[in-house]
């Protein structure tokens, strides 16, 4: 049989809430890593003609 039907409930569940908060703070990590790396200046956002709700260009 498969041991995933049979898992104990209990302690295991303690130990798995810090690892799963562990590794999302990992990912977002990564994400901003990854975010900070298509961050562009407001002449390049005009250029590529990008324009945000919130940002008026004269």
């Known amino acids: 049989m498969d041991r995933f039907f049979?898992?104990?409930q209990g302690s295991d569940?303690?130990?798995q809430a810090?690892?799963?908060f562990?590794?999302?703070q990992?990912?977002?990590g990564i994400l901003n890593w990854l975010a900070a790396l298509t961050r562009f200046t407001?002449?390049?956002q005009q250029d590529a003609g990008?324009?945000?709700?919130n940002q008026h260009y004269k």
């Open 22 to 24: 562990a590794v999302m």
């Open 42 to 44: 407001e002449e390049e």
């Open 26 to 28: 990992i990912f977002h």
């Open 50 to 53: 990008i324009y945000l709700r």
């Open 6 to 8: 049979f898992r104990k």
């Open 18 to 20: 810090p690892r799963v």
């Open 13 to 15: 569940d303690a130990q």
